[in-house]
């Protein structure tokens, strides 16, 4: 997902969507994507890609990163050496980038209105 205010935006955003079984294929695992792990939003149930498994480069967190790592290294990620993480195969459909767009457009909108 990545560092900073819009990553973590996003996980905020994703956790309170109610969106469930997503898929993770990203150049940076960090504690925003372990929590939508944690939370049954990420299981990488339904991807075709990788199907289980969620491919990064490489991680950047907090000790509880580490650790998870440590112990589903085998079940639950997959190395992206062969593979480019920040480029799956399967480009986002017009849809879910829509979808992106929209969600960062409400918490955008929310600011503005919890500001004035």
Same mark, same amino acid.
């Given at each position: 997902m990545g560092i900073g205010g819009l990553p973590d935006t996003v996980v905020k955003l994703l956790k309170e969507s109610g969106y469930k079984n997503l898929g993770v294929h990203t150049e940076m695992m960090g504690d925003g994507t372990l929590e939508l792990i944690e939370e049954g939003v990420v299981t990488n149930d339904q991807k075709k890609l990788?199907?289980?498994?969620?491919?990064?480069?490489?991680c950047l967190g907090s000790l509880k990163l580490y650790e998870y790592l440590l112990q589903t290294i085998q079940r639950h990620w997959r190395d992206s050496q062969t593979?480019?993480?920040?480029?799956?195969?399967?480009?986002?459909? @017009?849809?879910?980038?829509? #979808? /992106?767009?929209?969600? *960062?457009? @409400?918490?955008?909108?929310? #600011? /503005?209105?919890?500001? *004035?």
């Open positions: 990788d199907r289980g498994k969620s491919v990064f480069t490489f593979k480019k993480a920040g480029r799956p195969k399967k480009e986002l459909s @017009e849809e879910e980038i829509k #979808a /992106i767009e929209e969600a *960062y457009e @409400e918490y955008r909108c929310n #600011a /503005i209105v919890k500001k *004035y």
